[in-house]
């Protein structure tokens, strides 16, 4: 009987395990990884022999070989992350700085321009048009029950008309309880409700903020954007009053030769409901691809409170009545600055960022 | 919905203009989406007989046709295999414009020469079927018409239909509505001795109508009608079938056919179906009936239709079954008209993700006293082409609940209350009754519904639901602006007005703001919180959005790592925004109400707003970071807050190169400094350059700036020179600069300000210390300080540095 080419396996292996170990860099590991566990190691050389054996005994010299390598290639990585681990932390000790002892007369930063948002600009220059007109600015949270976004609204469970906004549901408590808020008119419910409880009415507010809806993006939709509403709780407002402001905001924002329209639409918190629209800033009323050749563009809805949402927050409808109106600030954002696809707001494109002063 | 002019004008007299048409609708809050018009284009066409039929040697898919247009034989080349000679077909000669615009010209085609093209129906964009080439008498129903696509409002179901359309333009316009042609039953044997009818649910279903028809022979419909179902969008199928269809579109009555055949015992009955139950839909797919669901509000309930045999027949209102299906045999039918309750066939629809013609409407609310007016008219149209047909007579009619009409007051000045305008009695008298409300009563007026408007409501809602009606059919146009006014000043809270200051703040230091995603993966959260409680969105767009960001540097550094891949990276990127934490590890939680009613406690994720900035331009590193934050601290008017290394920094973050925004006296954290960590910017970028970052908690933020804005006292500076002493000092270790110079300042009152311009580490000081050097300024409000003065203030000052172990180096 010859000799089993893997008689001294084992000590081998000991002797490979223990080169291993003698590597005190990552560079010496790596450079000797070829001879510990790589093609020129002894293991590789032991493989080919085993070409040799009958077939019984290779399939069982094959297997221990096998496992032979299993412990060495342990040992080589375990190792090399030990190496590693002290490599990071002799880097990370170098590159230590007591950010305390940070002198700011040594410090050197370029002269640098930044740039605003256009969408954090735009709802500036929304905000500071309404404070003008006497509105105050309120804030809500982007994470609302259902009930703030929807019942509250005078739209119940399981209505249809939720399926008027595609709402992304929050993994929360019962299934369709938490939602992310599909419009800021949350906010208005907060705002309603803090009021009766500190007999604060009357409300004039608007309320800027980021919404979502489940929709796939494209030129004209994100699934993250952001409304502005705003919100009239007062004695003896009328629909007349909703009509001016609107028409007032619009000449103040998008210009003199720009005006508004309504047209009946239906929302389940307002009765009587519109939508409203502008002239389009396109064309100024000429007719254009953009508005369909109609000379306006649809801009946002808007409505008296529905009887029911007062019921709902506590006002007594026959003393106090109101308004709300909603639109997108992207989207005013783009018609102002005619951005082609409303993805660029989310891209962050320098190229893009730093045109917008 | 899609209504064609022509249908309308079955209904109301139209003379406008298309365009003025499309302005009235728009104006009535029936929103035109599109007009298309039909039959234009086809003036060109004409009828030609079939005179022989030859094949092309050498082609199987092309004959050689001759016709006779009247200017005698004609050769067309034609690949249509359905005609025969004798045929009467649509000829397009040369010279002929289709709509489209596709002329035609003489062709060649396997050596013969084409004259022209035999047309069919989608040629002449008539209808969906490409084979078929149209016979004379269908060439000759060839009407020009014009198609409506009309939104119609959710909260409009009476509008869902062409005499809903119809009636408003009626009454906006002033004019007369005809009622549609409706059959009688015209047999004198009683529904009851042949067929069967129940509700076991009366809360379900409200009502169950089943007219027996006898003598049924299935055909194709007459050309006008189907003609009108493809305007409309639908396909036609059948007499019956289409019957049905056209009776949904015209009235808004959804009715159902069955082969009473295929119905046992011929009775319909409406129940709840029982766990357990499936029925497999005309749609083909099987799907198991009262399955509790998953959606808020949702019962699990399903009304069904079941037969005699207690078998499920269909989803009542929403969709049949395949077994009890009309079929080319069927003789005898029994048609269903129903009303449904509309939250129930909403939540059944939803839960099954079945959507139908049928089951839009109910759930919006179907009049429900339209049932047999609807089997009525249904009846008259299956006439048409199938004039034996016999409706059994006192077709059955079973009682559940619906809805009643509510009744509404209408006070003196309510509508001036609610619109600026007191609109005349006349008007309001001449639109309601238009809309076919009952008005009683001279002010206050007693308005009730009709039984189609399910959408008016009672008490104070139903008044605004009738004052929108007034106002839209009177116009929106019409109605009075006014500005209004009152006496509160218009204003910024607190903190908007600091966003602002910090935002301006950001952006003069050379900062793009950037807008990152909310939602990220979870593969990104574990970059910065390895297996933490995270907030998760249910029905993400993409596995990639599925939950909500801890933090915007991901966001942001990804967001610089794109830019840098451009040659752009030498910028600054940041962005004010909320990040979230899981209510079960968020130090507070918002609680709240939701649930049906309000009727449940929640805890939502805690939201912070923050500012993250990432510093990416060249040189940039944590000493960039720590002067942007000193700079936009100064700016803010923050002078209390200090920076403090730690060895315990989050992942995400290099751990020997950040510090926290510690507010001394009160510890508490505005934030952090420092750099972002390299493992984090090779996992999210191409590069390795180091990004300088800061990070800061907007609510400690404001109340900061706050606290400063109220006690800002401004101090004129002495008039006095100032003297200016260079001090170093060897301190040990854990001693920070900021301490020592808080030391100094306090030390004695002739100091001035207290500088830190060197630090200095060197193998000749003993191990541990460091040299700090502080530029100091002496001066006094009362004098020129004497050489001695400002020798004795030094020395203080040196006496005191020592109680931080910190001596003067020689």
């Given at each position: 009987m010859t000799t089993s080419p893997l008689a001294e396996l084992s000590t081998h292996v000991a002797d490979l395990i223990s080169r291993v170990h003698l590597a005190t860099t990552l560079a010496d590991l790596q450079a000797d990884e070829p001879f510990l566990i790589g093609k020129r190691s002894v293991l590789s050389s032991l493989q080919k022999s085993l070409g040799a054996l009958a077939p019984e005994e290779r399939k069982a010299a094959g297997a221990q070989l096998q496992e032979a390598r299993r412990v060495v290639e342990e040992a080589f990585a375990t190792h090399r992350a030990t190496l590693e681990r002290s490599a990071r932390s002799a880097a990370l000790e170098a590159d230590r700085l007591d950010l305390g002892d940070v002198v700011l007369a040594q410090v050197h930063a370029p002269v640098a321009v930044g740039h605003p948002g256009i969408v954090a600009a735009t709802q500036r220059q929304l905000e500071d048009v309404f404070v003008a007109m006497g509105f105050r600015v309120s804030e809500g949270p982007e994470v609302e029950s259902d009930w703030y976004n929807f019942e509250a609204l005078n739209i119940p469970p399981a209505h249809p008309a939720r399926g008027m906004w595609d709402t992304f549901y929050?993994?929360?408590?019962?299934?369709?309880?938490?939602?992310?808020?599909?419009?800021?008119?949350p906010t208005q419910i907060h705002l309603m409700e803090r009021a009766v409880a500190d007999d604060s009415l009357p409300i004039h507010s608007v309320m800027p903020g980021r919404c979502y809806r489940r929709d796939t993006p494209d030129a004209r939709h994100l699934a993250a954007f952001h409304q502005i509403e705003g919100l009239v709780v007062d004695r003896g407002i009328s629909f007349a009053d909703l009509a001016g402001v609107i028409e007032t905001f619009t000449h103040a924002y998008f210009g003199a030769d720009i005006s508004s329209r309504l047209r009946p639409a239906y929302f389940?918190?307002?009765?009587p409901s519109a939508e409203f629209e502008i002239t389009c800033t396109i064309c100024r009323g000429d007719g254009c691809r953009t508005c369909s050749h109609t000379g306006w563009i649809e801009l946002g809805g808007c409505g008296m409170l529905d009887p029911a949402v007062l019921e709902a927050v506590g006002i007594d409808g026959d003393e106090w009545s109101g308004f709300a109106f909603g639109f997108g600030i992207d989207r005013c954002a783009q018609m102002r600055h005619q951005i082609a696809d409303m993805r660029a707001l989310i891209e962050n494109d320098v190229r893009f960022l730093r045109q917008f002063s | 919905m899609k209504i064609p002019l022509s249908w309308l004008r079955d209904f109301v007299d139209l003379d406008e203009s298309v365009g003025e048409l499309t302005g009235v609708l728009d104006d009535l809050g029936l929103v035109v989406e599109g007009v298309e018009r039909v039959g234009e284009g086809l003036e060109d066409v004409v009828v030609a007989r079939i005179d022989e039929v030859r094949a092309i040697e050498g082609a199987d898919r092309v004959r050689l046709v001759t016709v006779d247009a009247g200017d005698g034989p004609l050769e067309i080349v034609c690949g249509a295999m359905n005609f025969a000679v004798g045929d009467h077909v649509p000829l397009a000669p040369v010279g002929a414009v289709l709509p489209g615009g596709f002329e035609i010209a003489e062709r060649r085609m396997r050596g013969v020469t084409s004259h022209g093209m035999l047309c069919s129906a989608r040629e002449l964009r008539l209808?969906?079927?490409?084979?078929v080439v149209q016979p004379l008498l269908a060439a000759l129903g060839i009407t020009r018409d014009v198609v409506f696509d009309i939104s119609i409002e959710g909260n409009r179901p009476d509008a869902w239909s062409v005499r809903g359309v119809a009636r408003d333009l009626a009454t906006r316009l002033g004019r007369a509505l005809r009622e549609p042609d409706l059959a009688r039953p015209d047999e004198t044997d009683e529904t009851v001795t042949y067929a069967g009818a129940g509700i076991d649910d009366p809360d379900l279903c409200g009502r169950l109508t089943v007219s027996a028809l006898r003598g049924v022979v299935v055909r194709p419909s007459p050309a006008h009608l189907a003609r009108r179902l493809t305007m409309a969008g639908m396909r036609p199928i059948s007499n019956v079938v289409d019957a049905s269809n056209l009776v949904m579109l015209e009235l808004g009555q959804p009715t159902h056919p069955y082969d009473a055949a295929r119905v046992a015992g011929r009775t319909l009955r409406a129940r709840r179906a029982r766990a357990g139950e499936t029925l497999t839909t005309l749609d083909g797919v099987e799907r198991a009936l009262a399955q509790p669901g998953r959606g808020l509000g949702d019962t699990g309930e399903d009304c069904v239709i079941v037969d005699g045999d207690d078998r499920v027949l269909g989803l009542g209102g929403i969709m049949g079954g395949a077994a009890s299906e009309i079929s080319p045999g069927t003789t005898d039918v029994l048609l269903e008209a129903a009303f449904f309750d509309p939250m129930s066939i909403a939540r059944s629809s939803k839960r099954h993700a079945l959507r139908s013609e049928a089951s839009n409407r109910f759930e919006r609310g179907v009049d429900p006293e339209l049932a047999l007016v609807a089997a009525a008219r249904f009846v008259a149209l299956l006439r048409e082409s199938n004039p034996e047909v016999r409706w059994m007579a006192a077709p059955l009619d079973v009682a559940g609940v619906v809805p009643t009409a509510p009744t509404v007051t209408l006070r003196e000045g309510d509508l001036e209350r609610a619109l600026g305008l007191a609109v005349s009695d006349d008007d309001v008298k001449r639109i309601l009754e238009g809309l076919q409300f009952r008005v009683t009563g001279e002010g206050p007026w007693s308005i009730t519904a009709p039984?189609?408007?399910?959408d008016v409501r009672t008490g104070a809602a139903g008044r605004a639901d009738v004052i929108e009606e007034i106002a839209r059919l009177y116009g929106y146009s019409r109605l009075p602006r006014r500005t209004p006014t009152w006496p509160a000043p218009g204003a910024l809270s607190d903190r908007q007005r600091v966003r602002r200051r910090l935002r301006d703040t950001v952006v003069d230091l050379g900062v793009h703001e950037a807008w990152t995603p909310t939602l990220g993966s979870d593969a990104d959260f574990d970059l910065l919180v390895p297996g933490g409680a995270r907030v998760r969105v249910t029905?993400?767009?993409?596995a990639e959005e599925a939950v909500l960001r801890s933090s915007m540097l991901v966001g942001l550094v990804r967001a610089w790592g794109k830019n840098a891949e451009r040659g752009l990276g030498d910028v600054a990127m940041g962005e004010i925004g909320s990040v979230f934490v899981h209510p079960a590890v968020a130090d507070e939680p918002r609680r709240t109400r939701g649930g049906a009613g309000a009727t449940l406690a929640l805890a939502l994720p805690q939201e912070n707003e923050r500012l993250t900035v990432v510093l990416g331009r060249e040189h940039d590193d944590a000493r960039t970071a720590v002067a942007t934050w000193c700079a936009l601290a100064t700016r803010l008017g923050i002078h209390d807050v200090v920076v403090r290394s730690r060895d315990d920094a989050a992942p995400g973050l290099h751990p020997t190169r950040t510090a926290e925004l510690i507010e001394r006296?009160?510890?508490?954290?505005v934030g952090y400094v420092g750099e972002v960590d390299a493992r984090l910017v090779a996992a999210l970028t191409t590069t390795s350059r180091r990004l300088g970052v800061l990070d800061v908690d907007l609510d400690v933020l404001f109340e900061l700036t706050l606290d400063a804005e109220l006690d800002q006292i401004v101090t004129v500076p002495g008039r006095y020179p100032v003297a200016l002493v260079d001090l170093a000092f060897v301190v040990p270790q854990g001693v920070h600069a900021v301490d020592l110079a808080e030391v100094l300042m306090s030390a004695s009152d002739l100091v001035e300000d207290v500088t830190l311009f060197d630090v200095y580490r060197a193998s000749a000081l003993a191990a541990g210390t460091r040299s700090l050097a502080y530029n100091v300024r002496f001066t006094s409000p009362e004098k020129t300080l004497s050489e001695s003065d400002v020798a004795r203030a030094r020395e203080t000052l040196i006496v005191a540095a020592r109680a931080l172990g910190a001596e003067l180096r020689s």
């Open positions: 929050v993994d929360l408590g019962e299934p369709e309880t938490v939602v992310l808020r599909t419009h800021t008119s389940p918190f307002t009765e | 209808s969906d079927d490409p084979v039984s189609a408007r399910l029905n993400p767009l993409a006296g009160t510890n508490r954290r």
